[in-house]
T-cell receptor
C-alpha cells in the first residue's frame, strides 16, 4: 500500500465548477500535511498547509480528518489557470522528509 | 531573486558515464533534498541534507551520491548511470523539510 494515495484523475471540469480532491495516508503518526501544485513540466510549489481545524485561502479550502487519515482540497469557482496536478504531501513524523502522493490532474475547460 | 537553480536542465547520456547535476540555492536554507519523479510514482526522495556535511539517505538512494560542502550547493552524482535512472530530478531547499522550494528540474535520459 502506498503511504499517500490519490485518485490520479484527470478531473475535467468547466470553468466555475467546484471540484474536490481526496487523499489518504497510511501512517497514523503523520504530523504535517500540505497541498502542492505542479504545472506541466514544472516544479512543484506549495499551495497551502492543511490544519486540523481546516483552513481556507481564497477559493481553496483544505480539510484534515485524522481519524480517517484523510485530507481533502476543495476548489470553488474553478479558473482555467487552476489546471495543474495537485500533490498531497505528508510529513510522516520522526523523519526529516516529506512523502508525496502521485498527484491528481485537474483540467479546467471553457 | 530567491531561487533554487539546477544544471543541466536536460541531459542525455550513456550507461556508465559518470555525471553530476548541480543544485544551488541563494536563500541560506539549511535543508536541501533531491527527488526523482516518475509517472505514477510521484516524487521520491533520493538524499537529503540537514546542514553542511550532514547528509542522509532518502527512500531511493541506490546508484546516487551527494555531498554538502557548502550551505548553498548540493550536487547529485551518478557514478555509473543506468537506464533505470532515466527520470525527472528535482532539487529542493527549505528552512526545514516542512516547506520546500523546488528547482526547475533536470530531465535525464540514460541510453
Amino acid at each position: 500500500r502506498k503511504e499517500v494515495e490519490q485518485d490520479p484523475g484527470p478531473f475535467n471540469v468547466p470553468e466555475g465548477a467546484t471540484v474536490a480532491f481526496n487523499c489518504t495516508y497510511s501512517n497514523s503518526a503523520s504530523q504535517s500535511f500540505f497541498w502542492y501544485r505542479q504545472d506541466c513540466r514544472k516544479e512543484p510549489k506549495l499551495l497551502m498547509s492543511v490544519y486540523s481545524s481546516g483552513n481556507e485561502d481564497g477559493r481553496f479550502t483544505a480539510q484534515l480528518n485524522r481519524a480517517s487519515q484523510y485530507i481533502s482540497l476543495l476548489i470553488r469557482d474553478s479558473k482555467l489557470s487552476d489546471s495543474a496536478t495537485y500533490l498531497c504531501v505528508v510529513h510522516p513524523g520522526g523523519y526529516n522528509k516529506l512523502i508525496f502522493g502521485a498527484g491528481t490532474r485537474l483540467a479546467v475547460h471553457p | 531573486e530567491a531561487q533554487v537553480t539546477q544544471n543541466p536542465r536536460y541531459l542525455i547520456t550513456v550507461t556508465g558515464k559518470k555525471l553530476t547535476v548541480t543544485c544551488s540555492q541563494n536563500m541560506n536554507h539549511e535543508y536541501m533534498s533531491w527527488y526523482r519523479q516518475d509517472p505514477g510514482l510521484g516524487l521520491r526522495q533520493i538524499y537529503y541534507s540537514m546542514n553542511v556535511e550532514v547528509t542522509d539517505k532518502g527512500d531511493v538512494p541506490e546508484g546516487y551520491k551527494v555531498s554538502r560542502k557548502e550551505k548553498r550547493n548540493f550536487p547529485l552524482i551518478l557514478e555509473s548511470p543506468s537506464p533505470n535512472q532515466t527520470s525527472l530530478y528535482f532539487c529542493a531547499s527549505g528552512t526545514s523539510y516542512n516547506e520546500q522550494f523546488f528547482g526547475p528540474g533536470t530531465r535525464l535520459t540514460v541510453l
